[in-house]
């Protein structure tokens, strides 16, 4: 089992930069690909980025591509996502997510547990 708690979310103008973080319990944090994604106001929930167990490896949605960066500290039992050149199109609630299947990296069936969500506003 393991909770998620994302935190960082905000109200940053278009150009600004945010650092979300997700807190995960549990001793098995490090055996878990991470993930996050996002949802807007009547869309479904989109991936954004993917890392692997020991961070080796990244994917990225190509929206996000060379502005984000997903990160974490096994140490820590944390995963980060550095935000940078926000746009008003990246306005939405992010939730973190962990899985162990090798499938299904960039989409919401392919992981186990989920946070409750952070908030992301980019005004114009």
């Known amino acids: 089992q393991v909770q998620l708690i994302e935190s960082g979310g905000g109200l940053v103008q278009a150009g600004g930069s945010l650092r979300l973080s997700c807190a995960a319990s549990g001793r098995t944090f490090s055996s878990y690909r991470m993930a996050w994604f996002r949802q807007a106001p009547g869309k479904e929930r989109e991936f954004v980025a993917f890392i692997t167990w020991n961070g080796g490896n990244t994917c990225y949605a190509d929206s996000v591509k060379g502005r984000f960066t997903i990160s974490r500290d096994n140490a820590k039992n944390t995963v980060y996502l550095h935000m940078n050149s926000l746009r008003p199109e990246d306005t939405a609630v992010y939730y973190c997510?962990?899985?162990?299947?090798?499938?299904?990296?960039?989409?919401?069936?392919?992981?186990?547990?989920w946070g409750q969500g952070t908030q992301v506003t980019v005004s114009s």
């Open positions: 997510a962990a899985g162990l299947s090798v499938l299904l990296i960039t989409t919401t069936s392919g992981y186990n547990y």
